[in-house]
């Protein structure tokens, strides 16, 4: 098992390094970030020259990639180099992306996973019942469904419940716009409550669209698990319904959900773009965006290099769960 995690561990430096420098070369194909700037109004030659400087863009093109690297690797991710907009240092604004995003996603992603894998597992065990119907069809209506227009529904149905809370004298609790800015206030409980309410509505709006999708995944898979001759010779021996399904399929089943849950995880981590839009969030994904039309290149590195170094983890934490699943997959 220890040979088999170092030997994952290892794969995924050079998967980090080709990976780095395709994001970097991507980046610089964006075009010249100082072009629009150059246009505002007459710039003399003197001060053209001194801004390619401060950004490195005299520089060759793998002079400048491995500048970068070192850099980010030391944790010196660069600064903001559009002249006039104030110099904002990459690593603080996108940590603090990071740690908005991660509050946002991480509890929908779990609950969302827990409660996606119950349903699932009772959906193939108890097939064509009614309660198989019917959580596939909600689980197709709400994958279906975009996540703007869950998001709004929400929205549309607390604005009325503060609105009722207000006049029976109490403060309006559901939080539509974000977490208030200077953090939350008041004793413990009250503490709890502010932070309840201003992370129900997106959690919920995330939790809805990532349901449907791991309860569809592990149905099928514990659908094609059930099947398999094993299980069937567990079933003949006399073993009961519960072991049989919890301890030869489920875990077995786990296998294609965790896969997707790693892949999902790391992708949702890099911004739950639309989520945090409709909610008012400042998370990696608003950062993103906001950067690619300021067209600020280390920005925009930096973000992408934070999901995929996200994405790898959760990948190798993955490989990780398959071997202790599955003891056959530490041998490939």
């Given at each position: 098992?220890?040979?088999?995690?170092?030997?994952?561990?290892?794969?995924?430096?050079?998967?980090l390094i080709v990976g780095s420098?395709?994001?970097?070369?991507?980046?610089?194909?964006?075009?010249?970030?100082?072009?629009?700037?150059k246009l505002q109004q007459p710039r003399s030659p003197e001060e053209?020259?001194?801004?390619?400087?401060?950004?490195?863009?005299?520089?060759?093109?793998?002079?400048?990639?491995?500048?970068?690297?070192?850099?980010?690797?030391?944790?010196?991710?660069?600064?903001?180099?559009?002249?006039?907009?104030?110099?904002?240092?990459?690593?603080?604004?996108?940590?603090?992306?990071?740690?908005?995003?991660?509050?946002?996603?991480?509890?929908?992603?779990?609950?969302?996973?827990?409660?996606?894998?119950?349903?699932?597992?009772?959906?193939?065990?108890?097939?064509?019942?009614?309660?198989?119907?019917?959580?596939?069809?909600?689980?197709?209506?709400?994958?279906?469904?975009?996540?703007?227009?869950?998001?709004?529904?929400?929205?549309?149905?607390?604005?009325?419940?503060?609105?009722?809370?207000?006049?029976?004298?109490?403060?309006?609790?559901?939080?539509?716009?974000?977490?208030?800015?200077?953090?939350?206030?008041?004793?413990?409980?009250?503490?709890?409550?502010?932070?309840?309410?201003?992370?129900?509505?997106?959690?919920?709006?995330?939790?809805?669209?990532?349901?449907?999708?791991?309860?569809?995944?592990?149905?099928?898979?514990?659908?094609?698990?059930?099947?398999?001759?094993?299980?069937?010779?567990?079933?003949?021996?006399?073993?009961?319904?519960?072991?049989?399904?919890?301890?030869?399929?489920?875990?077995?089943?786990?296998?294609?959900?965790?896969?997707?849950?790693?892949?999902?995880?790391?992708?949702?981590?890099?911004?739950?773009?639309?989520?945090?839009?409709?909610?008012?969030?400042?998370?990696?994904?608003?950062?993103?965006?906001?950067?690619?039309?300021?067209?600020?290149?280390?920005?925009?590195?930096?973000?992408?290099?934070?999901?995929?170094?996200?994405?790898?983890?959760?990948?190798?934490?993955?490989?990780?769960?398959?071997?202790?699943?599955?003891?056959?997959?530490?041998?490939?």
């Amino acid at each position: 098992m220890f040979r088999y995690i170092v030997r994952r561990i290892l794969i995924t430096i050079p998967l980090l390094i080709v990976g780095s420098f395709l994001v970097f070369a991507l980046v610089q194909g964006m075009g010249d970030p100082l072009g629009e700037w150059k246009l505002q109004q007459p710039r003399s030659p003197e001060e053209i020259a001194a801004a390619y400087e401060r950004a490195g863009y005299n520089d060759p093109f793998f002079e400048r990639y491995v500048t970068w690297v070192g850099g980010f690797v030391q944790g010196d991710w660069g600064t903001t180099i559009i002249p006039g907009s104030g110099v904002r240092d990459v690593q603080e604004e996108v940590m603090h992306g990071l740690w908005t995003t991660f509050r946002l996603v991480v509890g929908a992603e779990i609950l969302a996973l827990l409660i996606g894998m119950a349903v699932g597992v009772i959906g193939a065990v108890r097939q064509y019942s009614i309660f198989d119907y019917a959580a596939t069809g909600a689980a197709f209506a709400l994958f279906s469904m975009p996540v703007f227009c869950i998001g709004l529904m929400l929205k549309s149905a607390a604005i009325p419940f503060n609105d009722f809370l207000e006049s029976l004298g109490m403060d309006r609790w559901i939080t539509t716009a974000g977490p208030p800015p200077g953090g939350f206030s008041g004793s413990f409980g009250h503490q709890i409550t502010q932070y309840i309410g201003t992370f129900l509505l997106p959690t919920l709006a995330l939790l809805a669209i990532q349901f449907a999708f791991y309860s569809r995944f592990q149905r099928a898979s514990m659908l094609d698990i059930l099947g398999q001759d094993y299980v069937r010779t567990a079933q003949a021996k006399g073993l009961s319904s519960a072991r049989v399904i919890f301890r030869h399929a489920f875990r077995n089943g786990l296998i294609p959900v965790i896969t997707v849950f790693a892949v999902n995880f790391g992708t949702v981590m890099g911004g739950a773009v639309i989520t945090e839009t409709v909610f008012n969030w400042s998370g990696m994904g608003k950062l993103l965006i906001r950067s690619i039309y300021d067209k600020e290149p280390y920005m925009v590195l930096g973000v992408v290099m934070v999901t995929a170094v996200i994405v790898v983890i959760a990948n190798l934490i993955a490989d990780i769960l398959y071997a202790r699943l599955d003891p056959r997959i530490r041998l490939v």
